[in-house]
T-cell receptor, first 114, second 112 residues
């Protein structure tokens, strides 16, 4: 079975400060990891994914994520937060199989204050 | 290029009523998915399809049915609505199981 944990329900950051949204995973095998963002009353939007290779993955809107196999983590980061980054962020994991489906975490609300 | 479209946007059902949530994508994606989102619970996969004529259950399939007769359409059927099916429903599509998924705007369903 595969699972994802997002230990923080909410993260508060001041605009201009770096932000980190945490994600840990559990799978039997090599994971494929994703981050999605959801703005109010909208569907989810893809931010970035880790398949293999470089542990630091760069994605949309200046976000990046670091894959750490020993800590089974895939934290989302951004060097300088914007108020417009305020949204709900989801981490997701899957394995490469015949029919791969994503397992999502519960989500972390990011609030960036001016 | 509309991406993934869903209808209706909102719906209120009475217990025991039936309805179909429509989903259409214009990206020629093979994979399509139905999720439900409940507050604080993330997204749960209801059903998915890897191509026309092929569907399979996800994590929470009870009370729902799907069909996939074309690449573009993936309707979700609720046969006997129950209050536990009050949720926001999202349809998504992707090239493959490892590709980025594109989500529709969602359908907010209330069962009273």
């Amino acid at each position: 079975a595969q699972s994802v944990a997002q230990p923080e329900d909410q993260v508060n950051v001041a605009e201009g400060n770096p932000l980190t949204v945490k994600c840990t995973y559990s799978v039997s095998g090599n994971p494929y990891l994703f981050w999605y963002v959801q703005y109010p009353n909208r569907g989810l939007q893809f931010l970035l994914k880790y398949i293999t290779g470089d542990n630091l993955v760069k994605g949309s809107y200046g976000f990046e994520a670091e894959f750490n196999k020993s800590q089974t983590s895939f934290h989302l980061k951004k060097p300088s937060a914007l108020v417009s980054d305020s949204a709900l962020y989801f981490c997701a994991v899957t394995l490469d199989g015949r029919y791969s489906t994503l397992t999502f975490g519960k989500g972390t609300m990011l609030l960036v204050s001016p | 290029n509309a991406g993934v479209t869903q209808t209706p946007k909102f719906r209120i059902l009475k217990i025991g009523q039936s309805m179909t949530l429509q989903c259409t994508q214009d990206m020629n994606h093979n994979y399509m998915y139905w999720y439900r989102q409940d507050p604080g619970m993330g997204l749960k996969l209801i059903y998915y399809s890897v191509g026309a004529g092929i569907t399979d259950k996800g994590e929470v399939p009870n009370g729902y049915n799907v069909s996939r007769s074309t690449t573009e359409d993936f309707p979700l059927r609720l046969e006997l609505a129950a209050p536990s099916q009050t949720s926001v429903y999202f349809c998504a599509s992707s090239d493959s199981g490892l590709a980025a998924q594109f989500f529709g705007p969602g359908t907010r369903l209330t069962v009273l």
